[in-house]
């Protein structure tokens, strides 16, 4: 009997060409996973994800769906999937849920961190260099997480997306936007500080997050105010936001359902899965 | 004119086959520190390093020394490295030191720190995987802690020994072993608990720090308790002690000096760092 579901996976991007299969003899995060599902469960179909992750970019709670023959109860799973995955790679929970669940039209929210260090003068960090990016210079974070606020809100955000992903609407709602700094615990007493700008939003554009933090560096070092970075807002011009920063430093936190499927999702049942199979 | 320079260092193990030198085609920490030394000061002589982690084995605060005719200033010398170092490894402090210095000779401890996780039935986690180990099963933290601080003092730690490099004298004091566990915060809010084995002594047994903590282990799971560890000490008994746990988990913290080399380190001047030179 068919059953649909729902995985939670973490990865570190490191290896991998993004979330979404390329081809060409890359190996994507949906790569390891369509083959482990396939040695654990038999061929899955309409297989989905909340968020297409590009190359390098990691997730604690990617959440994705797929309907399956295979017989493995749920609660067993994840389990059974870490068996056939690279290390890298991981199930961390699954449920089984109505056919009518699509993992990115029914989100209310998916959460992303951009996690940086180095702005107190302190050097190239191995042990963090694989997770946080790298600022080579003093930053202001109390300025950035000001105008981190301004973001909040239902807003255009032209000015926030690269070229490569046209959407016909660039209206999203931030729910949260923010930026904070904490003590890295890895392994733990290691001193450094680690900063990190949040944002939750009912969706992303291309290169989103990663341009919202290039352009709070620039208001940490200086260069912008929080009034100048509302005004891309109404604006829209990709020139006057900050640059894209590396995709190492990201990281998909996790992905928000609520019962119901999202109201703002402006998407029928008819309409799930089935568009977005790879198989 | 010929300095002396002490570097502190850091780096992720897991693409080398340890700090020393092996040759056979095999890249160690050493070779690169070396090869970047070459490239920014010139060969350097009587390179010696404070501990020889194991392959796999991560660095916060390795210290190295060597001699140079190099004229770049100490205070330089890190950003000078690092733009000849590959990103795993990096060094983070620099300054020049007397002669008679000598990274391990000298040394007054080390401090060693074991991460874990995955004991309240977390599953496999990428973001942690590489830098601490996976406990598959329910330990009992405080019983770990309780044991681990019998091992404080100096005895003869034999049964915490692997073979493979003969020792004299098996005798170190361990001034701090303890357990604990904290928060992983690396992308912030994972919500991971780590667990850490904290080591500082003046000296380590070849595989200690990773007996010490498979026998830890042993205890959490209730197959030990903190009278047989204690026992441990007088028996000398390796096969009495736990399996020794994968390097991955292990992290060199840090190494600390007095203004005056150290009366335990038992080591003339004159033994400094030609004993162990390298070129």
């Not at 654990?40 to 390098?56: C, N, Q, V």
């Not at 904070?180 to 890895?186: I, R």
């Not at 001193?191 to 554009?205: C, K, N, T, Y």
Request: aromatic share 8%; charged share 20%; proline share 5%.
């Amino acid at each position: 009997m068919t059953r649909r579901l729902k995985i939670t996976v973490s990865y570190d991007g490191g290896a991998y060409c993004g979330f979404q299969r390329q081809g060409r003899g890359l190996t994507s995060v949906q790569d390891v996973l369509y083959r482990a599902i396939e040695a654990t469960l038999g061929p899955p179909a309409r297989f989905a994800a909340a968020g297409r992750t590009d190359s390098g970019v990691h997730a604690l709670g990617q959440v994705i769906a797929f309907d399956t023959e295979g017989t493995v109860p749920a609660e067993r799973v994840p389990l059974a999937l870490n068996a056939n995955l690279p290390g890298d790679v991981s199930a961390l929970a699954a449920e089984e849920v109505p056919f009518a669940f699509h993992p990115r039209f029914h989100a209310q929210s998916k959460t992303y961190a951009y996690t940086f260090y180095g702005w107190q003068g302190d050097v190239r960090q191995p042990l963090l260099a694989r997770h946080a990016y790298e600022v080579r210079r003093a930053i202001d974070l109390a300025a950035m997480d000001l105008a981190a606020r301004r973001l909040v809100g239902r807003h255009d955000f032209s000015a926030f997306q690269d070229v490569g992903r046209p959407v016909r609407d660039a209206a999203r709602t931030v729910f949260r936007c923010e930026v904070g700094s904490g003590q890295h615990c890895l392994p733990p007493w290691s001193g450094s500080r680690v900063g990190f700008v949040l944002v939750e939003a009912d969706g992303f554009l291309y290169h989103m997050v990663r341009i919202i933090a290039g352009t709070l560096f620039e208001v940490g070092r200086g260069r912008m105010d929080a009034d100048a970075v509302a005004a891309l807002l109404t604006s829209g011009a990709r020139r006057g936001a900050g640059p894209t920063v590396p995709a190492h430093g990201l990281c998909l936190l996790n992905v928000k359902y609520s019962s119901e499927p999202a109201p703002h999702a402006g998407i029928t049942a008819a309409e799930t899965l089935c568009c977005h199979a790879i198989d």
